[in-house]
């Protein structure tokens, strides 16, 4: 795509009188601009060989001028064409990003983060939506191919890749909100940017047995998938062990693999059909609590009088519920910035990455003390 | 972009045991690998000047040959070169997606049918997201040079478009969940697809009057905005004056231009501090609703017995709300559809066209009868 010329013609480069237009579009055009190493060196005032010295960590380099070289690349986004796994597609910009769980709201709020900062950075953002029990590295492999995609994100997947089902993905990628956790790839393999599900999910437990509950219920899509909900489910489990609370597997409900609000429903139904005998409930993500707190109310209970509710993502919307509900904030903001930003980085030849954020409880009024 | 080679390669291609990976494939190449005249003409088994005859619509061949010409032409998806505004942009395949006011969660998922449909006619959706308050037609413009677009879906913008500012955009382009109500293009200047917003405030104000609620109150981002507000605004105030209910001011709220939850909920409390002398509320989407009713909430009134409620929408968390919601449900899948299949339709060379689509009420608890 280096044919382009990106600069306004034209209307648009007359319109003067448009303000903040022009700052606009040659921010842009700065982080978009396909330079080349010859830029580069023009810019530094450096012959071509330097920059590739310093690109290629030669230690035959002053430092003075590496400082200067490398201050330029970080500046201008320059991707060298020897970081890209392959070399033949070092001339598209764009990332694909595939979307797993189409109705997953807290997704919504990562992917207008990783939208804006793949802006940022000035390369065009491919998004791909697919149900969460489609195969997203699948979808990603094909994406590639089709888009000649530069790198990829994927926004929730599987925790259980082998090195043989990632092999079919050839360009570098980032685990947005999941990790490997039960899968057998190196952490050199690939990068991720998520929370840590497992302490997520024990802090919720542990907030509820602060607040005097012993009796806790666990909803989860399943206790065994190897997924984002087995995580999380161990993590509420060990929580409860550790205060010395035996595991009680008739308190917990699985809603065949779902994060969606029927299914929590349906199986939060199911459990007060089994038991009322426990005062709070674990609920994976927002959504399904909110599901959980219609199901307790069309049983004739209350929210929090009868059963406290604590789930894990932090939406805009649990903050208009009624009541409130109380949840473990996951920073989509961040999470979705992050995960460019490693990409990025991995693009530009440094190593892959790991980062866990952290998830902090908002306290509503789902939760009461007993 | 013709120099891509969309074929499968290497493990890829090979991967037979994929089951319906080969179909997947094989239908998106069809549709998506950029055909020319040449191609269409090889297929048909005619002469390029007899295509060429057949795509301007010139009366000199059979009516058999025209047929099977056009059969191709729709079966393979080829769009002539002549249909596009800019013959220069003829290789491209992004279609750009402005979404305009980033919390929308209407828009989120409008947004995932527009992408599936995207792909289906092999399109590659690039896809921008802005503030509510941003302007869509710059952000457009902008995107259709640095992405050489061949098309351009906006998805929400204002109503008051002028030929000189559309004049920017140098593409087709369809309006998606609005039109031109309060601007000066002619029809045959742009596309949409949309809801009658008019029509379906004045319905849902008709619904509430038939429930017996004659002192019916709204809250709104503006009364004359010129945007999707003002068009839901009057349809309601037309609705109770054409049953004899002559219109006051006092019962209206304006949130400053925001459709957000937090100016709504503030908006209600604004309202309730004025007046308690109205039995329901009219608001122009689900989640200012659930703002609406969480204000109601925290006044210590109860929705729907001291207040009933009738918003716009019909998303999914609208059914687990407690009460349930009440609301006029757009249908978010079939928009999103028919904005591309407009799209594709005019980049074929068919005329611009507008369609509207009905918004059927959802009974749900937040309504009583009085």
Redo the contacts between chains.
Sequence with gaps: ?TD?D?R??G??AK?SS?GH?DT??SN?EKA?YPMTIKDIAKTCGVGISTVSRVLNGRPDVSDEVRSKVLAVVEETGYIPNNSARDLSRSHSD?IGVVVRG??N?FF?AVL?SI??EI?KFGY??????ITSDADEV?AG??LE????LRGLIFLGGRFDYTKEEL??VNVPYVCCSFNNSFGTLEDSDYSSVSIDDYQTAYDAAEYLMKKGHRKIAGVVPGKDDHSISELRYVGYKDALEDAGIRHNDNLVEETGGSFE?PAA?DAVKRLLARTHDFTALCVPSD?MA??A??AI?DEGLRVPEDISIIAIDGL??S????P?LTTMVQPAERMGRHAVSVLHDVLRGKETRHELLKAAVREGGSVREI
């Design positions: 795509m382009i990106y306004p013609t209307k648009l319109q448009w237009f606009l579009q842009r978009w764009a189409s109705d709201l919504s207008k939208s804006s802006d065009t953002m491919v998004p791909h939506f699948k492999a094909i191919r089709e888009k000649k092999a079919l609000m429903y959504t909110i599901a707190m219609k109310a805009t919307v903050e208009y519920t009624l409130t």
